[in-house]
Each structure stands twice: as C-alpha cells, then as structure tokens.
T-cell receptor
Framework: SQQGEEDPQALSIQEGENATMNCSYK?????LQWYRQNSGRGLVHLIL?????REKHSGRLRVTLDTSKKSSSLLITASRAADTASYFC?????????????FGKGTLLTVNP | SQTIHQWPATLVQPVGSPLSLECTVE??????LYWYRQAAGRGLQLLFY??????ISSEVPQNLSASRPQDRQFILSSKKLLLSDSGFYLC????????????FGDGTRLSIL
C-alpha cells in the first residue's frame, strides 16, 4: 500500500498566492521529508521534519506534521512561476529499514505568471 | 561538495536488448545508493538499494539487476529488456541511517521500442 499520499494531485494558482499541499501516511515514522521535481529532472530535497517536531520553516517553505493524524502539509508562500514543479513527500517507517524512503505520487503545482 | 552523475540522459532500446545504466557519486565515501523507476505522472518505485560494495537489496522482482563494483559506482542492468521496462530511472545517494535525505541524479529516460 502507498505510504505517502499527497493531495491534491494537481494545483494551479496565480503568482503571489500561497500553495498548500498535503501528505498522509499510514505507519508510524521517524521523519517526513518533502522533495521537489522539475519536469524531466531528478528530485531535490527541500526540508526534513522529525516525528517529534510539529512545524519547521525554511525560507518561503513551512512544513507542519501531525503524527496523531498521520499527516503533513507543505506551504509555499508568495509563490513564483519558478515554483512550478511536482512536490513529493517521503517517509521512513519506524521499525523499518533504516535506509529506505517511501515516496508518494506527488502534487503537480503550476504557478501562473 | 558532493555530486552525482547519471548517464546516459536518454536511451532508446529495442525489446530484448541488454541494458546498462551507470551512476557515480563524487565527494563522499561509503554512500547508500539507490535505483528508482518513475512512470509518467507517478511516484517513485524503489528498485534496488546498496549500503556497501557488493551489497544489493532488491525491492521488486523483475528482469533488472544491480551491481556495486566500487564504493561510489552503482550499475543497473538487464539481459533482455521488456516493453514494461520503459520509464524514467533515477539514481540517488544518502549518508547514514534513520531516513536520511537523498540526493538524486538527473535521471535516464528509457524508451523501449
């Protein structure tokens, strides 16, 4: 079964607006990560939040984690056309392999200029 | 700084032909190495990972294989390609355990004719 599930599958906004993407997962985790993928390229790590953290910021990114609901959200503030990409959450399962991450199917974000 | 190289960027192969994709990492030692496949518009499927020379863990039974002949070299191979092997193949590396962040190459687009 899919460990990480992002929603929405696709999101289209205007430049300057905020974009919020959500991720739900099924099993207990050590940490949750968010990645970005530009079309036809590899993934780029954005931010990691540990299971004992509730919120984390990095520049225009804000990530929250609710372990009781097994969910996370990624907020991009003041979006730019260059933020257009797919965004994936990834989790490592508590008690699972220490080396593997499970990726969701991603949210395709389009920021219109 | 660490870099990861993956080649070729695109590849078109006939059904039944062999395959060899190579990935190398520079600027770090004893990395964990990963091969993923990504179908169009989908998430990442972990194919193989390696935590050391000669150590390969297979996640999905299929006609692909992986090898790690040197510390920073990871090779994905097939003796006979199938149509279903088409996709975007990504190599990644990480350090340590506990769901460490992963760093991706730019991928190989493989088309099987």
């Amino acid at each position: 079964s899919q460990q990480g599930e992002e929603d929405p599958q696709a999101l289209s906004i205007q430049e300057g607006e905020n974009a919020t993407m959500n991720c739900s997962y099924k099993t207990s985790i050590n940490n949750l990560q968010w990645y970005r993928q530009n079309s036809g390229r590899g993934l780029v790590h954005l931010i990691l939040i540990r299971s004992n953290e509730r919120e984390k910021h990095s520049g225009r990114l804000r990530v929250t984690l609710d372990t009781s609901k097994k969910s996370s959200s990624l907020l991009i503030t003041a979006s730019r056309a260059a933020d257009t990409a797919s965004y994936f959450c990834a989790t490592d399962s508590l008690g699972g392999s220490n080396y593997k991450l499970t990726f969701g199917k991603g949210t395709l974000l389009t920021v219109n200029p | 700084s660490q870099t990861i190289h993956q080649w070729p960027a695109t590849l078109v192969q006939p059904v039944g032909s062999p395959l060899s994709l190579e990935c190398t990492v520079e600027g770090t030692s004893n990395p964990n190495l990963y091969w993923y496949r990504q179908a169009a518009g989908r998430g990442l499927q972990l194919l193989f990972y390696s935590v050391g020379i000669g150590q390969i863990s297979s996640e999905v039974p299929q006609n692909l294989s992986a090898s790690r002949p040197q510390d920073r070299q990871f090779i994905l191979s097939s003796k006979k390609l199938l149509l279903s092997d088409s996709g975007f193949y990504l190599c990644a590396w990480s350090r340590g355990t506990g769901g460490a962040s992963q760093h991706f190459g730019d991928g190989t687009r493989l088309s099987i004719l």
